[in-house]
């Protein structure tokens, strides 16, 4: 099993398309005195769709503008004033991002020059998203100086457009019937939650093998089949309160994901608690050490273990059972915090944290269980001794392993360079060597009374850590990015590099920002496309491009086996006047297509009857669509899809 499912890093999004938009505009107008107006926009906007404000900064999203064609007959009064919006930190842009939920108003004051004028026009661009995708629209606005209120029609690119086969935005492309559902590949990846059940029944497994809970299986057998004929009962309820106890640890984060559920979906790419984690990893990691212990204050225990005593019935077996959770905590504490930071940065929500609580609970009840059940089996158990002391020191050096994972996460989304691919390679190198001394001896930790002594355990350890030392350093190399291949998804990407160059693309990769170059490109070396229908202040596109290419399967897959086309639907640099365009709508108007990201947004639409972002295409060369497309989704999920993809274009 890789790595990186240590980590718990699962996140399943739905996938959907819709047909409708998401933002409708009307207007009115609002006689102020006998040559000024206001001219009114409203907007009602979908439930869980965002429209942004006129007022944001650079390096966010897109700002709602609105453009007046300049006229003799009114001049403008100051800018457009708009309804109070929402201000949050966004994690993806790193800075504060306003915007509109439910609906919004603007009003821009005219002074009337020529006032046989009865209508007013203007263009409102604007960027809506929800959790998932974005658009990048412009449409027409209608004032009608009467007052009357005019319901703004906002033609669909994907089904207003009149398709004209001469048009060279149209692609004669095969196998369109794969258009009709974009969600057929989440059937491809594997059930998250079983993972994450198997996972935290794992790490249960790893804490009783500890000195807090190890000893303990023994004697709290022995209180049961002292009890008489209600052992059996007593020892099955007393298994359920461990379960309970460690599932309701993750309640809290319920509350916190129905408030605010980006709060947990952010933080796999919030830097500053990625740091965060990487400190905590690194104090679990030396508790493991024995320098201390992160331990339940003694008056909470004592409290908790004389109500057991005293009270009799299923309560008293309750605070039994809470009381091996909390004694047993110094132990159970970094790997239940492993598991917690795990489960809520892999923008999972909170139940992940409880599938993975449940498998742990399950896992640290069954044994006292079955003992309890049958106590004859307690022959069979290894002796308490210096083995659980050696088995928590390892704990600790893979804690502090794993802590560089988090530290490298914050240094990917900040792009700091300070854990390119080989430097992070290298610490888990050092990690290793340093477990491989410890485990023939050449040091003690200063609780530790004596060395290790080298059993046949201890050498067999050693002579694994040593070995997955020598297997790793090779990626040390300038060619090895293949190499390392047992840590895919824990390393940093072989794009992350201190040998790679720099690239305008995304992560590094070979791209083109034209179909037409990249499609020629793709013939010349018999590769299939990845198409990228993108935009540079698209939040979930950069989640993609962080989040799942930086998979180094994903990435490699990419890199390997596709061309790589991104088209930025919101780039707005104007085009050469031989390659403008102009389109008819069924209705009779005429759309222009006077920039690159117009010209990229009408291509998606008229071909793949899609107009949100992020939106993915796999194609051959003869432009046979390989499978249904993709929208924001997990890494799981993707990585199937290219695969199919792929074995589809055998």
Excluded at 58 to 83: H, M, Q, R
Excluded at 168 to 183: C, F, G, H, I, R
Excluded at 459 to 469: E, G, M, Q
Aim: net charge negative; with cysteine.
């Amino acid at each position: 099993m890789k790595f990186r499912l240590l980590l718990f890093i699962f996140f399943i999004f739905s996938q959907f398309s819709f047909s409708q938009e998401p933002v409708s505009f009307s207007t009115s107008v609002k006689k102020v005195s006998d040559d000024t107006y206001e001219l009114i926009t409203n907007s009602k906007i979908e439930s869980n769709w965002r429209l942004y404000s006129q007022n944001l900064i650079d390096g966010g999203a897109i700002p709602t503008e609105f453009i007046f064609n300049d006229s003799d007959n009114y001049d403008l009064i100051e800018g457009v004033k708009e309804s109070k919006s929402i201000t949050k930190f966004d994690p993806i842009f790193g800075i504060d991002q306003s915007y509109f939920i439910n609906e919004s108003s603007f009003i821009q004051s005219v002074k009337i020059i020529d006032k046989s004028i009865n209508t007013i026009k203007a263009i409102i661009a604007y960027q809506a998203c929800d959790d998932m995708v974005c658009i990048f629209r412009e449409a027409e606005l209608v004032f009608n100086l009467d007052g009357s209120v005019n319901a703004i029609v906002n033609e669909n690119l994907t089904t207003d457009l009149v398709i004209d086969k001469s048009n060279p935005l149209v692609l004669d492309l095969k196998n369109t019937d794969v258009l009709e559902s974009y969600s057929s590949s989440e059937n491809l990846s594997s059930n998250p939650y079983l993972n994450l059940l198997i996972l935290g029944f794992l790490g249960g497994l790893l804490a009783l093998l500890t000195p807090c809970v190890f000893p303990m299986i023994p004697l709290t057998v022995s209180f049961f089949t002292n009890k008489g004929s209600d052992s059996s009962l007593n020892a099955f309820i007393y298994g359920s309160f461990i379960i309970l106890i460690y599932i309701s640890l993750s309640i809290p984060f319920h509350f916190i994901d129905s408030l605010d559920p980006e709060i947990l979906n952010s933080i796999s790419t919030n830097a500053v608690l990625n740091v965060l984690f990487f400190i905590v990893f690194v104090v679990f990691a030396f508790s493991f050490f024995g320098f201390y212990e992160i331990t339940i204050p003694s008056s909470w225990i004592n409290s908790i273990d004389s109500k057991s005593n005293s009270i009799g019935g299923f309560i008293g077996v309750f605070f039994m059972a809470l009381t091996l959770v909390l004694v047993s905590f110094s132990c159970t504490g970094p790997i239940l915090g492993s598991l917690l930071v795990g489960s809520i940065s892999s923008q999972g929500g909170a139940m992940q944290l409880t599938i993975g609580m449940l498998g742990f609970g399950i896992a640290l009840a069954l044994p006292f269980t079955l003992f309890a059940l049958f106590p004859n089996l307690l022959n069979s158990l290894p002796k308490s001794g210096r083995w659980m002391n050696t088995f928590k020191v390892i704990l600790g050096f893979l804690e502090l392993g794993f802590a560089f994972k988090f530290l490298s996460n914050a240094d990917l989304v900040e792009h700091w360079g300070i854990l390119k691919r080989e430097i992070f390679i290298g610490i888990w190198v050092l990690v290793l060597l340093l477990l491989f001394s410890y485990l023939i001896g050449l040091f003690k930790f200063p609780h530790e009374s004596q060395k290790i002594k080298q059993s046949k355990f201890n050498v067999v350890l050693s002579i694994l850590s040593l070995s997955f030392a020598v297997y790793l350093s090779p990626a040390l190399l300038p060619d090895g990015s293949n190499k390392a291949r047992l840590l895919s998804g824990f390393t940093p990407p072989s794009f992350y590099s201190v040998y790679s160059k720099t690239s305008d693309c995304p992560l590094g990769f070979q791209c083109f920002k034209d179909f037409e170059s990249g499609l020629e490109f793709a013939k010349a070396n018999n590769k299939p496309i990845l198409l990228d229908f993108t935009g540079w202040a698209c939040v979930n596109c950069r989640r993609i491009e962080e989040n799942v290419w930086t998979d180094p399967a994903i990435f490699n897959l990419i890199n390997d086996n596709f061309v790589l086309i991104s088209l930025y639907v919101d780039d707005r640099k104007e085009l050469d006047e031989k390659d403008k365009i102009s389109l008819k709508y069924k209705s009779g108007k005429i759309k222009e297509i006077n920039t690159i990201g117009e010209k990229s947004a009408t291509f998606q639409a008229l071909n793949f009857k899609s107009a949100s972002q992020p939106f993915y295409v796999l194609l051959d060369t003869d432009l046979r669509i390989l499978n249904s497309p993709i929208q924001y989704t997990s890494k799981d999920i993707y990585k199937a899809w290219l695969e199919e993809g792929l074995e589809n274009l055998k």
